[in-house]
């Protein structure tokens, strides 16, 4: 029987759907090397491997046979796709255009050597788009964004979704979690087209009119928006939520309680940015940047005209951070954060992540521990241990659909598939 490599239940899915890989054909107990290959569209190749022994049938199921080495071990049926890591280093894997896939080729290689014997490969197309999912640009009034709805009428819980200070259009996760059944608008707000890369200010009224086009649109549920954010973007869905009635629920990753780096212009009122002092930056003998002790002490009474002030908020929230964040002191601020708003008697739902960094995506990207901010143009620290921030991307995606279904539907999470 020649060698079969599978993926099951089907070698086409989306990119947060978990997979079963399986190696048939083999002889009983043989050693092999299992390799996972990814080319990005820069072109930049990403690889992972490990050594695996066949079982007493000849065959592999990486859901119980464990790894004996590689780029992970033990029994970890994503393995192969969590530990990518590119050639070069500090290079971040992310997706450009949605429209396409990412491929993972899946070879196995006869023993545990060089990896120079094929024997069988197949390949994992991962889309970032589910089958009848729209994409529509979004250049309405100043909007700068891209609206992606589920297929079918609707109506459907509305989503914004930001990412942090290295700006642009951003468009993955918000179409992943179009293909799990919410309406979505990635939205830019700095260093896209006309939008300056480090805004002397950013306006509130701009975030107001994503939160005007998302209501007006049919296929939106009318039970109040949610807001995503990543990093700077974090501390705007806190202000979004604390001073747009619109929305109803926000989620935080990696974010703070106080306003960050850019003033937040409101209607009468302006919320200065924490202040940070550049010359707190520490790089390393790689040149890595770290910039976790660049903002001054958020407990000094000095710096509290900095916090958004949450507590007047009808919003409920759900923050997320990883203990192992390089970038800044996010599990500290989240904490801080929650426990403002529980002194206010307000619900709030929190979880932190041991061995987690500070770019916490959607399952299955791999960890970025560091690459060069697009804004900043500083090779950055970002954090976190492979297995560690592979399990917490794994929960905290969990956590986010399953936040938004119950306080923008008060439902169970939809099943959904490519």
Not at 244 to 268: M, R, T
Request: charged content about 20%; overall charge negative; hydrophobic content about 40%.
């Amino acid at each position: 029987m020649a060698v079969q490599v599978s993926v099951l239940p089907f070698s086409r899915c989306l990119f947060d759907d978990p997979v079963q890989i399986c190696v048939e054909g083999l002889q009983p107990q043989q050693a092999v090397t299992l390799r996972a290959s990814l080319l990005d569209e820069s072109g930049e190749l990403f690889q992972a491997h490990a050594r695996y022994r066949a079982g007493s049938s000849g065959e592999l199921d990486l859901s119980r046979s464990p790894a004996l080495g590689g780029t992970y071990s033990g029994v970890e049926p994503m393995g192969l796709l969590w530990s990518l890591q590119s050639k070069a280093p500090y290079k971040r894997l992310a997706k450009r255009n949605v429209l396409t896939p990412f491929c993972v080729d899946l070879e196995v290689y006869e023993g545990h050597g060089d990896m120079s014997q094929l024997l069988g490969k197949c390949t994992n197309e991962r889309w970032f788009l589910g089958e009848g999912v729209k994409r529509i640009l979004v250049r309405e009034g100043r909007l700068k964004a891209t609206l992606f709805l589920p297929p079918g009428p609707g109506p459907f819980p509305g989503l914004i979704d930001l990412y942090g200070s290295g700006g642009g259009l951003v468009e993955y996760r918000a179409s992943l979690l179009a293909s799990r059944g919410f309406v979505t608008l990635a939205l830019a707000y700095m260093a896209f087209e006309d939008l300056p890369a480090m805004p002397e200010i950013l306006e509130l009224a701009y975030f107001e009119e994503a939160v005007n086009f998302l209501q007006k649109q049919p296929q939106v549920k009318d039970t109040g928006i949610g807001v995503l954010g990543l990093s700077k973007g974090a501390d705007l869905a806190l202000s979004m939520a604390t001073f747009l009635p619109g929305i109803k629920a926000a989620v935080s990753v990696s974010g703070s309680g106080f306003n960050s780096f850019i003033p937040l212009q409101g209607n009468g009122f302006t919320i200065p940015p924490h202040p940070y002092d550049l010359g707190r930056i520490r790089i390393n003998e790689s040149g890595l940047v770290n910039f976790s002790d660049v903002l001054d002490d958020h407990r000094d009474p000095a710096t509290w005209d900095c916090r958004i002030p949450m507590e007047r908020s009808t919003a409920k929230f759900l923050f997320l951070s990883g203990e192992d964040d390089t970038n800044w002191k996010s599990d500290l601020y989240c904490r801080d954060a929650v426990h403002r708003l529980q002194q206010h008697g307000l619900e709030v739902e929190f979880c932190s992540y041991s061995g987690a960094g500070h770019l916490l995506e959607p399952p299955y990207l791999p960890l970025c521990q560091a690459s060069i901010h697009k804004v900043f143009g500083m090779l950055m620290c970002w954090g976190g241990q492979w297995r560690e921030h592979a399990k917490a991307q794994e929960d905290a995606w969990r956590r986010i659909q399953a936040f938004f279904w119950q306080h923008l539907v008060d439902s169970d999470i939809p099943k959904s598939k490519l």
